[in-house]
């Protein structure tokens, strides 16, 4: 069954914006990744949260965790044409697997 | 030096048919996956092998039949093809199983007719 749902679906904003959207999951986790995916393409790791973190960087993005909501959300600051993609969070939820959602549509416009 | 490799990239073929798709890590990596992703951009975890031995096997078809002659390749075949398998087919891999990060494959896309 799925675990994260991402929100919002989809997402469009100016270069140079900063783009934020958020994943909700069901379940206790030990961690909660990100991944982006770009058109026609596999989906590449960006970044990985433990669920004793609350906040994590790298480069552009920042990602927070709050388990008590059980939510997280990805920050991408400066955004640019390359950003276009879709992104999903996964979880690990102590079944030997991660549970993706469906994805947040991010276009960036020039 | 791709990490993850899988063949073929597109594969159109009729109903009833069986195929075969390939996957390859060069990551040293003990376990790897196979997921479906549909039209709606889902991700779905089909299987899952650690050193060769079959960890995670959801609820698919029994048409699906995974193999993994050894720890870097992980095959999957599909008889019998169904207008529904229509979808893009990613391989995965990752240092152990249990949640960790894993590097993904660039996908087939499989077209039944």
């Known amino acids: 069954s799925q675990q994260g749902e991402e929100d919002p679906q989809a997402l469009s904003i100016q270069e140079g914006e900063n783009a934020t959207m958020n994943c909700s999951y069901k379940?206790?986790?030990?961690?909660l990744q990100w991944y982006r995916q770009n058109s026609g393409r596999g989906l590449v790791h960006l970044i990985l949260?433990?669920?004793?973190?609350r906040e994590k960087h790298s480069g552009r993005l920042r990602v927070t965790l709050d388990t008590s909501k059980k939510s997280s959300s990805l920050l991408i600051t400066a955004s640019r044409a390359a950003d276009t993609a879709s992104y999903f969070c996964?979880?690990?939820?102590?079944?030997?697997?991660?549970?993706f959602g469906a994805g947040t549509t991010v276009t960036v416009r020039a | 030096d791709t990490a993850v490799s899988q063949t073929p990239k597109y594969l159109v073929t009729q109903m009833g048919n069986d195929k075969s798709i390939k996957c390859e890590q060069n990551?040293?990596?003990?376990?790897m996956y196979w997921y479906k992703q549909d039209s709606k951009k889902f991700l779905k975890i089909m299987f899952s092998?650690?050193?060769?031995?079959?960890?995670i096997n959801e609820t698919v078809p029994n048409r699906f039949s995974p193999k993994s002659p050894d720890k870097a390749h992980l095959n999957l075949h599909i008889n019998s093809l169904e207008l529904g398998d229509s979808a893009v087919y990613f391989c995965?891999?990752?240092?152990?199983?249990?949640?960790?990060?894993?590097?993904f494959g660039p996908g087939t896309r499989l077209l039944v007719l």
């Open positions: 995965a891999s990752s240092q152990d199983y249990g949640g960790e990060t894993q590097y």
């Open positions: 379940t206790s986790i030990n961690n």
């Open positions: 949260i433990r669920s004793n973190e």
């Open positions: 996964a979880t690990d939820a102590d079944d030997y697997k991660l549970s």
């Open positions: 990551l040293g990596h003990d376990t």
């Open positions: 092998y650690n050193n060769k031995e079959l960890i």
